[in-house]
C-alpha cells in the first residue's frame, strides 16, 4: 500500500549492471575434471566393494551348503551306529566275563 504522500519515482535510472566477460572457463572445467576424477574413483570402490561382496557371499553359500551336509551324515549315522551298537553290546559284555572258578 502507497502512503498518502509519497510520490513514484519520475525517472528510472539508464545505467546496466556490469559485465563481467569471462572468456576463460579453465577454472570451471578445471572443477568439473575433478569431479568427474572424484566420481570415477568412487564407482571403482564401489564395484570393487560390490565384487568382494558376492566371493563373499559365496563362500558363506558354501559353507551353509557344508553344514547342511553334515548335519544330514550326523542324522543318518547316529541312529546306524546305536543301532549296532545294540546289537553288539550284550555279546562284548558276556564275551569279557570271565569264567567264575570252581
Known sequence: MAQA???PPTEIPEATPPRYPM???SFT???IMELQRTVGGLTEAVNALKN???KQAEILDKISHRIYAASVVIAIALPILAFLVNLIAPTLLTALHLPTPK
Open 29 to 31: 572445467l578445471q572443477a
Open 23 to 25: 572468456t576463460d572457463y
Open 5 to 7: 504522500g509519497s510520490t
Open 52 to 54: 568382494r561382496t558376492e
